[in-house]
């Protein structure tokens, strides 16, 4: 499924006196894959409810495609944009994993759905058979993630995808990631894990206290160190060993990092 | 150094499990340890943990075999998903935090001593008084890691204690453990963020379907960081540099 564009048109949000948003302006373009980063309590998450219209804002309009979402519910949101919660167990309720990830597409009537091609693509298949609340919170965490993608929608809003995760589990979860890129579907990722940011983004965008505060193309904002240390955060491996080494190409992304390394000669270990 | 927790032998199993969750684990951990545990997900890692502070299977059901000691007298754990240790009676973050010490049956004053300190220590003080319900993730697990200080406990077992957290909130966490240690407690750390973990702790142990598989210094057992895949890809012999100064020394261009 090709994705649709998300806009946000001066939208402020308030959780009673504590305003968390404070006029959002952000256009996301169909197919674009886009990182929301920023300290905690900037609104971030906020934000990505207003997309799928779990939270509704006091003023301002939200867009996906040709829906206003002022006009959805919920579970109309669904059918187009997919959204994971930060936190799983919030969206995990069947008998076992395999029942859990086909809840959608079953609701939907769809028979069709690659319930199996996620399972297996997520490494769950060995899990399918278990209860959610059995397996450990950060495989609850990729069954949140398949029964969202098993949907197929055109917009992906992911809270935190790879928080918890190991590295194995991280590599699948971007590997999904792309695939679903290479398909055209827009992808909004909440993280604060730069390496992944640097693995799946285009383009980042930084909010601090309920505004944004950078909207620049990926590579560029993770090797502009002074915008780094201003926000207070690190650049990725691949960036750090790129700037380092003066290597070419400005590797953001590991395999980037390993393609200019090899060739390189290795001192052994001093000890 | 007498050791506040040991285990010879410990074999746990969760209660109606068909497995056993951890096997024939032996560790010490005394005053001064940062002991970081890692493994894939469904290791043990966390189960580890329990059994270290005798949360398990005292809390959570469940069956051990082998010898456990625990001297400590105060064993306190953050899990990895801070909304589950809410006390849920307290309206303010301050109350949250002040909660444990106020239950040890300290003075008012010390009470309030100790939730400030905490509160410092996490640099949290402009939350004191919101309600934890309307926290963001990051700064609950913040709170709840302030909560756990707040009773000083002698063995502080933290789950994936930044998960939730931002970079930098989660680099000064970190930067906390060695201070904490150095103080008198044992820590020791489950997680899959070994970048953090290589740089705080003192000792490690991997495991693999509950048995330790390998221990002893940082640099040997993590040896599955981002660096390190990067490095072994690209051809640089074993021992792989776990963070990106030690990749530097080893690669010459």
Request: net charge neutral; hydrophobic share 45%.
């Amino acid at each position: 499924m090709s994705g649709c564009d998300v806009r946000v048109v001066g939208v402020r949000y308030a959780y009673g006196e504590q305003e968390a948003l404070r006029g959002i302006d952000l256009a996301i373009g169909a197919g674009e894959q886009v990182a929301l980063i920023g300290p905690n309590g900037a609104g971030k998450t906020t934000l990505t409810r207003l997309l799928v219209a779990l939270r509704r804002p006091s003023a301002g309009r939200v867009t996906v495609g040709d829906w206003d979402v002022a006009g959805k519910r919920p579970d109309e949101m669904a059918r187009r944009v997919g959204y994971a919660f930060q936190h799983a167990d919030q969206q995990l309720f069947a008998r076992s994993v395999e029942d859990d990830v086909g809840f959608g597409p079953r609701c939907l009537g769809r028979a069709t759905a690659p319930v199996q091609d996620v399972l297996g693509e997520l490494g769950l298949r060995p899990v399918s058979g278990l209860h959610p609340y059995d397996v450990p919170a950060p495989v609850r965490k990729l069954v949140a993630l398949a029964g969202v993608l098993v949907m197929e929608p055109c917009v992906l809003v992911l809270d935190e995808p790879t928080a918890g995760l190991d590295r194995a589990q991280r590599e699948r979860v971007v590997a999904a990631l792309r695939r679903r890129a290479a398909g055209g579907v827009t992808v909004l990722a909440v993280s604060h894990d730069l390496g992944f940011v640097a693995e799946m983004a285009d383009r980042v965008v930084v909010m601090r206290d309920g505004r944004i505060a950078e909207d620049r193309a990926a590579r560029e904002l993770l090797y502009d160190r002074g915008a780094l240390a201003a926000l207070g955060l690190r650049p990725p491996p691949a960036v750090e060993i790129g700037l380092a080494l003066g290597l070419t190409g400005q590797p953001v992304r590991a395999e980037e990092a390993i393609a200019a390394l090899k060739g390189s000669r290795w001192r052994e270990r001093q000890l | 150094m007498t050791a506040l927790v040991t285990l010879e032998g410990v074999t746990f199993t969760y209660p109606g499990a068909d497995r056993p969750a951890l096997v024939d684990v032996s560790l010490e951990l005394a005053a001064g340890d940062v002991l970081v545990v890692t493994g894939e997900s469904g290791a043990g890692a966390s189960t580890l943990l329990l059994v270290a502070t005798g949360l398990a299977p005292r809390v959570v059901g469940g069956r051990l075999t082998g010898a456990r000691r625990i001297e400590a007298r105060r064993c306190g754990v953050v899990f990895a998903r801070p909304w589950t240790q809410l006390t849920g009676l307290c309206p303010t973050v301050r109350d949250e935090i002040a909660f444990g010490p106020a239950s040890q049956g300290l003075p008012r004053e010390a009470v309030l001593a100790a939730a400030e300190r905490a509160m410092e220590r996490l640099h949290i003080a402009h939350l004191a008084g919101r309600e934890p319900a309307q926290l963001s993730g990051g700064e609950l697990q913040r709170v709840v890691v302030a909560a756990v200080l707040a009773v000083e406990p002698e063995v502080l077992g933290l789950d994936d204690p930044a998960a939730e957290l931002d970079p930098e909130a989660a680099d000064a966490l970190y930067d906390l453990l060695p201070a904490i240690a150095a103080a008198g407690t044992a820590i020791v750390v489950a997680t899959p963020d070994l970048e953090r973990a290589a740089r705080v702790a003192t000792r490690a142990v991997a495991l693999e379907a509950g048995r330790i598989v390998a221990r002893g210094a940082p640099a040997d057992v993590l040896g599955g960081t981002e660096v390190a895949g990067i490095a072994r890809a690209a051809g640089c012999p074993p021992p792989f540099p776990l963070d990106v100064p030690a990749l530097l020394r080893r690669v010459s261009r």
